[in-house]
């Protein structure tokens, strides 16, 4: 079992950055490949970034490419997600997810946080 808690959340203008953390419990943490996802209003959850247990694989969405970096600390349970040059379309809830599979799919994932809002101004 893996609880997550998301937390970096908040209102940011247009072009500013915001770093999303995501702590895990649980010591089997470092076996997940571990996601980010993104809601919004009226929208379907949908892939924003993954990355492996070692760190050795990233993936991301279209819309994250070049903008955003996921990364992990094992030792501290914690994801990370660096979003720079944040757009209004970037506004959603933002949840993260622990899967064995791991993959752009939501089914692909067993776990999940209770999200953190992100709402980005024009």
């Known amino acids: 079992q893996v609880h997550m808690v998301e937390s970096g959340g908040g209102l940011v203008q247009a072009g500013g950055s915001l770093r999303l953390s995501c702590v895990a419990s649980?010591?089997?943490?470092?076996?997940?490949?571990m996601g980010w996802f993104r809601q919004a209003p009226g929208k379907e959850r949908e892939f924003v970034a993954l990355i492996t247990w070692s760190s050795s694989s990233t993936d991301y969405a279209d819309s994250a490419k070049g903008r955003f970096t996921i990364s992990r600390d094992n030792a501290k349970n914690t994801v990370y997600l660096q979003m720079n040059s944040l757009k209004p379309e970037d506004t959603a809830v933002y949840y993260c997810?622990?899967?064995?599979?791991?993959?752009?799919?939501?089914?692909?994932?067993?776990?999940w946080g209770q999200g953190t809002q992100v709402t980005v101004s024009s």
């Open positions: 997810a622990a899967g064995i599979i791991g993959g752009p799919r939501l089914r692909d994932y067993d776990y």
């Open positions: 649980g010591r089997t943490f470092a076996t997940y490949i």
